[in-house]
């Protein structure tokens, strides 16, 4: 059992027309650095982390874990989305598997986000048939909620914490009527 459920960890890697979604690996150290510390990255998620703290708690490779992927573009990583069970810090997405995405600067406006997402839920759909995904971010965040349209979530709700107003989608796989 994985936090994805009976889902056998990790997947092959997953190739879509431009990119691959994978395994973190040593070589994504520097990366996932520089992600996580990005002050544009970190607007809407309480700010960049201080690279210094990065360094010293990343000492190698970033850790593996099961729903977490990295995206690569050429071989270099431009991304990381993550597809786990929502631990709870969302009540209404308790137990369900939660969608997350964060793309460096330089990768926004290719349409990388959305190729690499759908490829995502699709594995998703093929692992765990008929699951639910959710999905929260900013209001004030119009790029999240322009990709979360296009990835077919469907509004659930909007609610204020972290000081702003939050926007609560669900994404359901499509499924055959025959």
């Not at 994985?2 to 973190?24: C, D």
């Not at 990005?38 to 703290?53: A, F, N, W």
């Not at 460096?104 to 765990?128: K, T």
């Amino acid at each position: 059992m994985t936090e994805l459920g009976p889902v056998a960890w990790p997947p092959a890697p997953i190739k879509t027309e431009r990119l691959v979604l994978r395994e973190p690996e040593a070589r994504d150290r520097a990366a996932v650095i520089e992600l996580l510390a990005s002050p544009e990255v970190g607007t809407y998620l309480g700010g960049p982390q201080p690279r210094d703290e990065l360094e010293h708690a990343m000492p190698g490779a970033p850790s593996r874990r099961p729903g977490l992927f990295i995206v690569d573009l050429d071989k270099v990583m431009i991304g990381q989305i993550t597809l786990t069970k929502d631990t709870g810090h969302l009540r209404q997405g308790a137990g369900k598997a939660e969608l997350g995405y964060l793309f460096l600067p330089q990768a926004w406006g290719h349409g990388y986000a959305a190729e690499a997402c759908a490829a995502a839920l699709d594995w998703f759909a093929g692992a765990l048939p008929g699951e639910p995904v959710v999905l929260a971010t900013q209001t004030a965040n119009v790029r999240s909620m322009r990709l979360a349209a296009k990835l077919g979530f469907i509004e659930v709700e909007r609610f204020d914490a972290y000081g702003a107003q939050q926007w609560f989608g669900m994404w359901s796989p499509v499924t055959s009527s025959d």
